[in-house]
């Protein structure tokens, strides 16, 4: 015992200060064990491990990172601008959409997303999507964050908010949280029940295949019963020869004594399907994407594929988008000395051509409207 605690008192910072070490929960009859809402749990057994979270947060992220955002300053669009250079190119690695995709794949998976700025005398020439997980808030004595520490292994780099700089050198985005005053909170937290509900089904599933869909049964015991250690040699026997897929079907040879009742379950204790298929809509419904676009049956809320798709951009990608842009614009416009805005390129949506074209035709045929009013109209600016 003092060795174990020899050993633990002199561990590596590195190992203390990790934050990606894998947590294992354990399933007790009687005690539900749930994911630990922290980032590592939820990324590992949420987006690591499940079809419909992986898939709801790539359908996402790659939605909005795909779509185009304008430059305005006041109503005018500019084609041409040191802003839209560095978005489209934000770092030697990374293009711009896949930027933006990770940016968007931290907002949903942690709640928070954090973009650092490498300025060059004063001017931003790189941005830097930093992992949610590795970073921390030190608030100030006002309670708003007065520095940000990134600390990867035994080494941290506190990147200050100095309220003189024009471009402050690291921008937190969060989603709201009712509860946390800095941090934002995850749709993946929101849906960590239904995470556990549907990776145990699963779980489940995979355990009844491997013992042929049913409980190895009884083993009943004729006349006196079993010593502890005939009970120990039949269990491990049992274990070795007769358990998991390869063995499923063996004939089963009992001594002199020993009878066996098969055991089975219903096709409806057995019936899983349902169960995860509830936890799955659940999981679409927190990440606000509609069911019928990850493939989940069931679902009657959307006529078909092109409402739900439009649903899916209207309600979840849209504005997601305009808040996103709305903040980097504003974090990085000081730095060439003018306020400008940039605004998700709702004609660049597909999904969306039929209200689109609506819109077009209504505005056209309004008599009352003058050219520039309908321009205005449509999302244009006056001639």
Do not use: C
């Not at 779509?67 to 500019?78: D, M, N, Q, T, W």
């Not at 650092?116 to 100030?140: S, T």
């Not at 039949?234 to 002199?256: D, I």
């Not at 204790?269 to 995860?276: Q, Y």
């Amino acid at each position: 015992m003092i060795d174990l605690l020899t050993r633990w008192l002199q561990a590596s910072p590195e190992a203390k200060a990790s934050r990606a070490q894998s947590a294992v929960a354990l399933y007790v009859a009687g005690h539900a064990v749930w994911t630990p809402r922290d980032y590592a749990a939820l990324s590992r057994d949420g987006f690591q491990k499940n079809a419909v979270v992986h898939r709801a947060v790539r359908l996402v992220a790659e939605a909005a990172a795909s779509l185009p955002l304008v430059l305005k300053r006041a109503s005018a669009e500019l084609a041409d601008h040191p802003l839209l250079t560095l978005l489209a190119r934000p770092n030697a690695r990374e293009g711009g959409q896949r930027f933006l995709e990770s940016v968007y794949g931290h907002l949903l998976v942690s709640g928070n997303a954090y973009v650092e700025a490498v300025q060059v005398e004063g001017a931003p020439r790189e941005l830097h999507a930093l992992r949610p997980d590795r970073m921390r808030v030190v608030p100030g004595a006002d309670g708003w964050p007065a520095a940000y520490d990134y600390t990867v292994g035994s080494e941290t780099i506190r990147f200050a908010q100095r309220s003189g700089e024009a471009v402050p050198p690291v921008l937190h985005l969060t989603l709201f949280h009712p509860a946390d005053d800095h941090y934002g909170l995850s749709p993946m937290e929101a849906a960590a029940t239904a995470l556990d509900i549907h990776n145990a089904a699963g779980a489940w599933n995979k355990a009844l295949l491997d013992n042929a869909a049913r409980p190895s049964g009884a083993l009943v015991v004729g006349g006196a019963s079993l010593t502890e250690a005939q009970f120990d040699r039949l269990k491990g026997e049992l274990e070795a020869n007769y358990q998991g897929a390869a063995n499923a079907g063996r004939p089963l040879l009992l001594e002199g004594g020993l009878d066996w009742k098969p055991l089975s379950l219903s096709p409806k204790d057995m019936d899983f399907v349902e169960a995860k298929a509830a936890a799955a809509r659940e999981i679409a419904l927190a990440f606000g994407v509609p069911p019928l676009l990850l493939g989940l049956s069931g679902d009657n809320t959307h006529a078909n594929y092109a409402e739900a798709n439009r649903a899916f951009y209207r309600q979840t990608v849209i504005p997601l988008v305009r808040r996103t842009a709305e903040a980097l614009a504003h974090w990085l416009s000081p730095a060439y000395g003018e306020t400008v805005s940039l605004t998700p390129d709702l004609d660049a949506i597909e999904a969306l051509a039929e209200e689109r074209e609506s819109l077009w035709r209504r505005v056209s045929a309004a008599t009352f409207l003058s050219e520039d009013e309908k321009r205005e109209a449509v999302g244009y600016g006056r001639r």
